[in-house]
């Protein structure tokens, strides 16, 4: 019966695909003993999960203060921190012998209201704990069949480091100088009023000019 053995050796942004996605380079090995007579796999339907260790690094200051919406202040993080999903992966690894380099591509979102991507957002620098969890199917061939099938062993993991700037260059090829605000519909119908009333191009000009009027107004009170 085949053994693998997963291993990610790098990492990048994945360019022109449908949505946001870091490709993960990740060998797989087959290494069952040769009198086991495993010829070749055929293919694998492979199932992956992958989990943020946040608990597995160190955090700057102004990390700190911006993961206080996940985690908390700083000082319960020893009770908060915990391993947290990004996201499930399915995939069909195509036939090979020996072993292969296969390039797992992670869908990624810039939805704030998912916790991986307020994870990601918030660090500055570095790099962020990974861990792959494997299962799946093998369809493999030996000298005595054509073809067999077998479950992939739930211990089988690997880990990984990702570097948070692998992240943001996918993100800001994706979405340039970018990001998503989402807002009740009947506050958005009002911002919208508020634009077209004053002749006012853009959302952001609208933003800005409520920004603006806020920042001066606050100014007057602080000097009268």
């Known amino acids: 019966m085949p053994d693998l053995r997963f291993n990610v050796e790098g990492s990048e942004a994945v360019a022109y695909a449908?949505?946001?996605r870091v490709g993960l380079k990740l060998r797989i090995t087959e290494t069952s003993e040769a009198s086991e007579n495993v010829t070749?796999?055929?293919s694998i339907l492979l199932r992956c999960q992958v989990r943020l260790e946040p608990g597995r690094r160190r955090y700057e200051a102004g990390e700190q203060r911006r993961l206080v919406?996940?985690?908390?202040?700083?000082q319960r993080w020893g009770q908060t921190v915990?391993?947290?999903?990004?996201?499930?992966?399915?995939?069909?690894?195509p036939?090979?012998?020996?072993?292969?380099?296969f390039d797992l591509q992670i869908p990624c979102t810039y939805d704030f209201n998912v916790a991986a991507t307020k994870y990601f957002a918030a660090l500055e620098d570095g790099e962020v704990p990974l861990t792959l969890l494997f299962s799946g199917t093998i369809f493999y061939a030996t000298g005595e069949q054509s073809?067999?099938?077998?479950?992939?062993?739930?211990?089988?993991?690997?880990?990984?480091?990702l570097s948070v700037r692998?992240?943001?260059?996918?993100?800001?090829?994706?979405?340039?100088?970018?990001?998503f605000l989402e807002v009740r519909q009947d506050l958005?119908?009002?911002?919208?009023?508020?634009?077209i009333a004053r002749g006012m191009v853009t959302v952001e000009r609208a933003l800005e000019s409520l920004l603006d009027g806020a920042e001066a107004a606050a100014a007057n009170e602080g000097g009268s």
């Not at 915990?82 to 690894?93: A, C, I, Q, Y």
């Not at 036939?95 to 380099?101: C, K, Q, S």
């Not at 073809?147 to 480091?161: D, T």
């Open 69 to 74: 919406e996940l985690f908390g202040e700083p």
């Open 18 to 20: 449908a949505s946001p």
């Open 95 to 101: 036939p090979f012998r020996g072993e292969t380099v």
């Open 147 to 161: 073809l067999q099938v077998q479950q992939i062993p739930w211990e089988k993991e690997a880990s990984y480091r």
């Open 188 to 195: 958005f119908d009002r911002l919208r009023q508020f634009r």
């Open 82 to 93: 915990r391993s947290m999903l990004w996201t499930n992966v399915t995939e069909t690894v």
């Open 40 to 42: 070749g796999i055929h």
């Open 166 to 179: 692998v992240w943001r260059g996918m993100m800001d090829l994706y979405y340039p100088n970018t990001a």
